[in-house]
């Protein structure tokens, strides 16, 4: 990964965005957003429709005046404010996901329309272009002629053809059938790393954000839910709300009992209770399907493991390259629990609808929040 | 840190200042060209023979007198019957279009959309010819009886037809096979499937289009000054008051109440739109019509029924042009064409006309698809943009003789700076570009928004200027589109009558008008050889944009074709 910015220290950030909001009238479409985005890197802002996203890079791009707050951007090694600087005046390129490609110019002069200079230069900038997207010699046809996945990706020279600064994408893959989408992710994450530049792509899609992003920025109803790694995102969700939009999980019922305890029914469980709570405070319990563990016999040794009951196993699903199995715990409440195993894992545990499996539940994988749809804090 | 107050403003570049610049022009000229003179309408018909502000005192004179509502009556009787006749033979014709598979459909299309290339006043020349007191077949209707009601009614039969047509053929062309399909399935009889599918989709289209007539009909002068005789309507009147007796208070009041029905007409149907919207569904499948032959041969005669009626009438006015004396000598000769030696204008008024047509219809064509860009891509100046848009429907609503009417009032006022203009071609092509305004409007705003958005956001996003995209991108695709502008503003600025008949000079008489003068002054068979070349011209230039946008679309359309 590129992480060049790392190394280098006390860098300035290419883009920070200040508690912007953008209001429609009465309605808040973004209510105090702030967040930065690193020299280089690729970062995702993700959350349901009608979250603000698109609204929050039109505002990066000046395309929509922000309400409030305050926009800056790196030139050199001073940050500039742009907050009123027209879309003009700012570096960046950006891919739109009707991509916009102008319909009557043909591929080479799409890809140059923000070229200035020379003829020949121009031509040579778009010839390597478009070996950079791995589509050479298509210069002369026009976008009618080429593919969703071609369109796209012709959309995507045309930003970086004048080597913006930021790069911005719409939802650049949302108009791909499902496999043309996988393949494109990788390649314009291997461009972006090639290239170096900093990249801001906004979806819906939590699979493209936790493939292709640096850090992902959760929003929701115009509000930043969270920030960070893919992994933290999606190991350490913030929140429930969180939680539930990246992945699957389960959630089981309990009340705090104590430091790091928990009790879900009548058994005593080892969770991640961030912040503490009182004793008796009501509790959901998060933990991922994958993160269940099943064992193949229920021994002292197993009987030693925290978390650890046995449950009725309810039903027995394949998904592909996964079982999905639902189970109950007599122990914890019968509320139901669903674990993802593995294959190789499934054959070795033996499962039956008729017999009983040792689950546990591993204490820094179980988290706990507060009720409701609110965040943990 | 800097917190920016609520409302903040993305400052505008220099393309930006354009946009605004250009867009202040505009909304500017419009504000001019329509609502001063409207205006001023309003102003003389509130004001008294003193000047003083007489407020409704002249509408209640008018309304007080019997001759009044004798116009009001005639003229709601001319438009009601004029409507019921045209919705069903235009409804016959729009469904033998597109939902039979009759022959030659682009024959009867052509032929009937051909009175859009004729004034008002050439069907009642015809009629003149056919039944009038030498007329041809002046046993139809014995003892003048065709200078009257009837003359008017067959006469605005042929001029509104086109019109219902248009809208009727769109609104037909949109049929979705699945309603036919499950109603066939569940057994639903011919008839059944008339009253239960067709009609209720086509009913937005046959309300618009009676509208449509209604309005055309009760605003139009044409026809009812040449073939009306003593039945007076209020378009007339009008008129009368202002060119015969210099009545313009009287005027004014009659031409505010004129506008009642066109604005009432336009709000139905601006409302009624709103709600088709819904009817047509993305997934909507298209209606394959499969031949059947007694429907397609019904079709065929009622068609050329139709068709050839409006060809009857057109070839009377053509062939009257060239006949040297009817119906006694019907012997040919260009004799009517030699206009110089007669009264009303001479040949300077054909030269005038297409004088004034070219010139509508490039600064009409510029003036809509420069301001249909500006309101739409651009993000510049939102108070002009708004006002842009606003006073770009208007002139649908307002009929040509009050728009006229205003411009007298407006610019002949000796206070006004802009007063020199008055009865100069620049006035006459002015007033043409605003009374079209609101259609070629909707051709050129629909053409633009068929362009993807985000192209303007592209554009900055790459630093190129709007102007640039204007000229690389946006013009080429809606070339079409400004084609059919171009000529459909070419063709109504050559046949208007009623926009121009009050601002035009000696200097300036057009070839419309001409007719008008030489029917009054007797000589009808000048007034048909002028209505004639009217035609002409018309259809050579609908001809030379056919092949001007062809070989443009071989040019530059290439890339339309997958
Ligand atoms: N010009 C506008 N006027 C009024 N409301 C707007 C406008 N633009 C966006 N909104 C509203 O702001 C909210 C956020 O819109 P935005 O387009 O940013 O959502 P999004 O997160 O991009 O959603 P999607 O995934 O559907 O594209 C929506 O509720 C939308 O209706
Ligand atoms: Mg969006």
């Known amino acids: ?45 993700l959350g349901p429709s009608g979250c603000g996203k698109t609204t929050l890079l039109r505002i990066i791009a000046g395309l929509e005046a922000a309400s409030d707050g305050a926009l800056f951007m790196a030139a050199g090694d001073a940050e500039r404010d742009v907050t009123r600087l027209p879309a003009s005046q700012r570096d960046y390129g950006i891919v739109f996901q009707s991509y916009a490609l102008f319909p009557n110019l043909n591929v080479a002069q799409n890809i140059a329309y923000g070229l200035k200079g020379r003829r020949e230069d121009k031509d040579l900038r778009v010839t390597a272009l478009l070996a950079q997207i791995g589509l050479p010699g298509i210069e002369h046809k026009y976008p009618s002629q080429l593919s969703g996945g071609q369109q796209q990706r012709v959309a995507l020279a045309r930003a970086l053809a004048t080597s913006p600064s930021l790069l911005l994408l719409d939802e650049p893959l949302s108009a791909l059938d499902a496999r043309v989408r996988e393949h494109l992710r990788r390649e314009i994450k291997s461009l972006q790393q090639k290239l170096g530049v900093t990249t801001v792509m906004v979806t819906h899609d939590q699979e493209e954000a936790l493939t292709m992003a640096d850090r992902i920025v959760v929003m929701n109803h115009g509000v930043i839910e969270q920030i960070g790694t893919p992994e933290e995102i ?117 499962l039956s609808l008729e017999r009983m499996v040792p689950v546990s539940l591993p204490a820094n994988r179980l988290r706990a929040f507060g009720p409701s749809t609110g965040a943990a804090a | 840190m800097i917190a920016l107050r609520a409302g903040g ?43 003083r502000f007489a407020g409704l005192a002249q509408f209640a004179a008018i309304v007080g007198e019997a001759r009044f509502w004798d116009a009001v009556s005639n003229s709601l009787a001319v438009s009601l019957t004029t409507t019921m006749i045209v919705l069903p033979l235009a409804y016959v014709f729009a469904a033998a279009l597109t939902r039979t598979c009759m022959p030659a459909k682009p024959l009867f299309r052509a032929l009937a959309l051909t009175p859009l290339l004729a004034p008002s006043l050439l069907p009642g020349i015809a009629l003149v010819y056919l039944f009038g007191n030498q007329g041809l077949l002046k046993a139809w209707f014995p003892d003048g009886s065709i200078y009257g009601f009837w003359g008017i009614v067959i006469a ?42 067709t009609l209720p989709a086509a009913r937005y289209g046959l309300i618009s289009s009676a509208l449509v007539v209604f309005t055309l009909v009760i605003v139009d002068f044409g026809a009812p000054k040449v073939i009306g005789g003593q039945y007076n309507v209020l378009a007339v009147e009008v008129y009368k008051q202002v060119i015969g007796q210099q009545n313009f208070p009287k005027g004014a009041v009659i031409g505010m109440l004129l506008l009642l ?17 819904a009817l047509l569904t993305a997934r909507a499948q298209p209606l394959v019509v499969r031949p059947q032959a007694w429907v397609d041969v019904l079709s065929t005669v009622a068609c050329a029924a139709i068709g050839g009626a409006l060809l009857v009438i057109i070839a009377t006015a053509v062939a009257a042009a060239f006949i040297r004396l009817w119906p006694y000598n019907l012997s040919l000769t260009l004799a009517h064409f030699d206009f110089d030696n007669m009264d009303g204008g001479g040949w300077a008024a054909f030269y005038n006309s297409m004088k004034m047509a070219l010139a509508t219809s490039v600064i009409g064509t510029l003036m809509v698809f420069g301001g249909a860009y500006l309101a739409e891509k651009t993000r510049a100046a939102p108070v002009a943009r708004q006002l842009l848009k606003l006073l770009a429907i208007i002139p649908m609503a307002v009929p040509g003789l009050v728009l006229g009417l205003g411009y007298i009032l407006f610019f002949n006022n000796p206070a006004n700076p802009l007063h020199f203009l008055y009865g100069s071609m620049t006035a006459l092509v002015l007033c043409s570009v605003m009374h079209f305004y609101t259609t070629a409007n909707l051709t050129a705003t629909t053409a633009l928004k068929q362009l993807d958005a985000e192209f303007e956001a592209v ?78 011209a018309s259809a050579l230039i609908c001809l030379v944009f056919s092949v001007a946008s062809w070989w443009l679309s071989r040019r530059t359309q290439a890339w339309r074709i997958r």
């Open chain 2, 459 to 536: 554009a900055a996003s790459l630093k190129v200027p709007f102007w640039t995209t204007l000229w690389r991108v946006t013009l080429p695709v809606c070339l079409p589109a400004m084609l059919d502008i171009a000529r459909f503003y070419f063709v109504s600025a050559m046949c208007t009558v009623s926009a121009v008949i009050f601002i035009y000079t000696p200097d300036t008489v057009l070839a419309s008008v001409a007719v008008l003068n030489m029917d009054d002054a007797g000589d009808t068979a000048a007034a048909a050889a002028m209505a004639t070349l009217i035609v002409a």
């Open chain 2, 156 to 197: 605005e039969v042929f001029f509104t037809f086109p019109h219902a047509l248009m809208i009727l053929v769109t609104a037909l062309s949109v049929a979705d096979a699945r309603l036919y399909e499950a109603a066939t399935a569940l057994g639903a009889g011919r008839i059944r499937r008339f009253v239960t599918v």
């Open chain 1, 1 to 45: 990964m590129n992480r060049d910015w790392q190394a280098t220290g006390a860098v300035i950030d290419a883009l920070r965005v200040e508690r912007v909001a953008k209001r429609f009238g009465a309605f808040t479409a973004l209510d105090g957003v702030s967040l930065s985005v690193k020299k280089g890197e690729f970062l995702c802002l």
């Open chain 2, 9 to 51: 403003r993305i400052a505008a570049d220099r393309s930006q200042q354009v946009a605004a610049g250009l867009l202040w022009l505009l909304a500017a000229a419009l504000v001019l060209g329509l609502a001063l003179p409207l205006a001023a309408i309003l102003g003389k018909a509130l004001t008294g023979d003193d000047g």
């Open chain 2, 261 to 277: 029905p066109a604005v009432l007409a336009f709000v139905i149907d601006h409302l009624l739109q709103r709600r088709q919207r």
């Open chain 1, 234 to 350: 999606y190991t350490r969700p913030a929140n429930r709300f969180v939680a539930e939009f990246v992945g699957q999980s389960n959630w089981l019922a309990a009340t705090s009992a104590g430091i790091g305890q928990v009790l879900l029914g009548d058994a005593l469980l080892g969770a991640t209770v961030t912040p503490p709570r009182p004793d008796g405070h009501p509790l959901e319990l998060f933990i991922r399907p994958e993160d269940v563990q099943l064992h193949a016999s229920w021994s002292p040794v197993e009987a030693q493991i925290v978390n650890t009951a046995l449950a009725h196993v309810r039903k027995i699903e394949l998904l592909g390259g996964f079982y999905r199995i639902a189970l109950s715990v007599p122990g914890w409440g019968g509320q139901q629990l669903l674990a993802d195993v593995v294959r190789s894992e499934f054959e070795r545990l033996n």
